[in-house]
């Protein structure tokens, strides 16, 4: 239980339930890296949502988190996770903190998180929210297109909005043999998963998983 503006925040045993439940749906759905099912597991879902929604933070579905943005469907998180193939102790870039659940999750998986949050409101509320949870992830409040160059170079950098191309400055900071995981196409609809490994001659491998839905990164936040 933690106090966050005031409100106690309990995560009691119907939530850890409906939280075996989700595990289980995403199982069938076809993730199978037993780390990212675990870390998901672990974390309380709801305490992400507005209250309204509590009752359906463990359905399989994205939520409205205030700012024209939301917090993705667990799959898309656990997808996204799943391909990032995070080792303990990697530094990892985050585009998009938004919510922060996505954060949360990496750090489970022992990441060292640097995660950038383009609107002011939520970059507040989420640093917030994860400190009362007990985690402190580095935050950063700017354009998620210009990266972190002074903290790189990133063993994996993961982009939770869609962009309708790969930012080359977030390739310049992906170490030799990391991983980019980003959604990318218009904005307007869908897009393509991608990941984009650096080799060790400095080139890029690309590779597309399918398809899936963001709101959109926006650029030049001051």
């Keep these: 239980m933690i106090r966050f503006k005031g409100i106690l925040l309990e995560d009691n045993y119907r939530h850890q339930g409906l939280r075996k439940r989700l595990i289980a749906e995403l199982e069938y759905k076809g993730i199978s890296d037993r ?63 938004g919510s922060g659940y996505q954060a949360i999750v990496l750090m489970e998986l022992g990441a060292k998180v640097f995660s950038i949050e383009r609107v002011k409101t939520l970059h507040s509320r989420t640093k917030e929210l994860l400190h009362a949870m007990g985690y402190n992830p580095r935050l950063f409040y700017g354009d998620g297109y210009k990266g972190l160059p002074s903290f790189a170079p990133f063993d994996r950098i993961i982009v ?16 030799t043999g990391g991983i980019l995981v980003i959604p990318v ?25 399918g398809q899936f839905r963001f709101v959109p990164m926006v650029e030049n936040k001051k």
């Design 35 to 97: 780390k990212v099912l675990e870390a998901i597991g672990k974390i309380p879902r709801h305490f992400f949502l507005d209250s309204s929604f509590v009752e359906f933070a463990y359905q399989d579905k994205a939520f409205p988190i205030g700012e024209d943005q939301t917090i993705s469907q667990p799959y898309t998180v656990a997808f996204q996770s799943e391909l990032l193939q995070v080792q303990p102790m990697q530094k990892v870039l985050e585009v998009g903190t």
């Design 160 to 175: 939770t909005a869609a962009a309708p191309s790969i930012p080359d400055m977030l390739l310049q900071q992906l170490k």
């Design 185 to 209: 196409g218009d904005s307007s609809g869908i897009q393509v998963m991608t990941t984009v490994t650096r080799q060790t001659d400095g080139s890029f491998i690309e590779k597309q998983h």
